[in-house]
């Protein structure tokens, strides 16, 4: 069994930035890795993800404004947030997945961490 921890999360005005990471237990390298999130009363939804080949998808809402990142020894991967608005609010969560790249089904990602709130603020 992996455990996925992340952090980062917290409070932010509009604009604002927040650096997520997310922590394995061991190495991930036959995964892939992505961040999803879930606003208050909806629906979980894929962000980013990104494949071992360094290969990245975004969400048209995160592309310009979110960068996904892994770093090399496949245990800890980041998402980095720029220009947040209050949209952004939300649960977020790194999850795992040997599926395709950008697989937007919950069901697909073996590992899931706890999930990190992050708040906008106006």
């Known amino acids: 069994q992996v455990q996925l921890v992340e952090s980062g999360g917290g409070l932010v005005q509009t604009g604002g930035s927040l650096r997520l990471s997310c922590e394995a237990s061991r190495n991930l390298y036959y995964y892939g890795m992505a961040w999803w999130r879930q606003p208050p009363g909806q629906e979980r939804e894929l962000i980013s993800s990104?494949?071992?080949?360094?290969?990245?998808t975004y969400r048209d809402f995160a592309k310009g404004r979110f960068a996904i990142s892994r770093d090399s020894a496949e245990r800890t991967w980041h998402l980095q947030m720029d220009n947040l608005t209050i949209e952004d609010t939300a649960t977020y969560y790194c999850?795992?997945?040997?599926?395709?790249?950008?697989?937007?089904?919950?069901?697909?990602?073996?590992?899931w961490g706890q999930g990190t709130q992050v708040t906008v603020s106006s």
């Open positions: 999850a795992a997945s040997r599926r395709g790249l950008g697989d937007s089904s919950v069901g697909s990602y073996e590992f």
């Open positions: 990104i494949d071992r080949a360094g290969r990245r």
